[in-house]
T-cell receptor, first 115, second 114 residues
Framework: NAGVTQTPKFRVLKTGQSMTLLCAQDMNHEYMYWYRQDPGMGLRLIHYSVGEGTTAKGEVPDGYNVSRLKKQNFLLGLESAAPSQTSVYFC??????????????FGNGTRLTVT | AQTVTQSQPEMSVQEAETVTLSCTYDTSENNYYLFWYKQPPSRQMILVIRQEAYKQQNATENRFSVNFQKAAKSFSLKISDSQLGDTAMYFCAIRLGSARQLTFGSGTQLTVLP
């Protein structure tokens, strides 16, 4: 059981370049999320999705776009990377509803450096 | 909007001793869930323990337990018999019953000393 898989694990971009982070989950979860982690700031929500074909903005959405064409996949795109987007990015998924709090299951993160 | 505050950026404890990490939160809702996640140097986010706000009994998971004070909006994590493998960043998080996402605190870096 792979859980949540993120690719790539590491990436270096130059300012202005674009890239897509891939996230796949095999738990049949309805909800998926993209967070970024920066020192001293915890994890902040970028975008999330509550189902195939739907997405919503989180706390820090500017400079990012997402797509959820299939239930198991959630893609995060950077159209024109900036140094401020240097961070560790986490994908997560959870069941719908809150019967047991529906904890998030996380991927192992992607370290992105923008020079 | 809900907020989560972890006021201790760093803590250390001797192996086999007990340590308590603090967390306070703010929400106007009555239905919510609280979580502690652990992030070791491997970067993996691991669920440690969860607490439903409507339950008065404090949650426990082996050496990990919480002290949930709903009126004070406090949710501290106690680690007993600390082990070297407990060295990690610990994040407190809240999920409102009406929300789909978790809101995280800024984290506490715990170091267990041999």
């Amino acid at each position: 059981n792979a859980g949540v898989t993120q690719t790539p694990k590491f990436r270096v971009l130059k300012t202005g370049q674009s890239m897509t982070l891939l996230c796949a989950q095999d738990m049949n979860h309805e909800y998926m999320y993209w967070y970024r982690q920066d020192p001293g700031m915890g994890l902040r929500l970028i975008h999330y999705s509550v189902g195939e074909g739907t997405t919503a903005k989180g706390e820090v959405p500017d400079g990012y776009n997402v797509s959820r064409l299939k239930k198991q996949n959630f893609l995060l795109g950077l159209e024109s990377a900036a140094p401020s987007q240097t961070s560790v990015y986490f994908c997560a998924s959870s069941r719908a509803g809150t019967a047991d709090g529906s904890p998030l299951h996380f991927g192992n993160g992607t370290r992105l450096t923008v020079t | 909007a809900q907020t989560v505050t972890q006021s201790q950026p760093e803590m250390s404890v001797q192996e086999a001793e007990t340590v308590t990490l603090s967390c306070t939160y703010d929400t106007s809702e009555n239905n919510y869930y609280l979580f502690w996640y652990k992030q070791p140097p491997s970067r993996q986010m691991i669920l440690v323990i969860r607490q439903e706000a409507y339950k008065q009994q404090n949650a426990t998971e082996n050496r990990f337990s919480v002290n949930f004070q709903k009126a004070a909006k406090s949710f501290s994590l106690k680690i007993s018999d600390s082990q070297l493998g407990d060295t990690a960043m610990y994040f407190c998080a809240i999920r409102l019953g009406s929300a789909r996402q978790l809101t995280f605190g800024s984290g506490t870096q715990l170091t267990v000393l041999p």
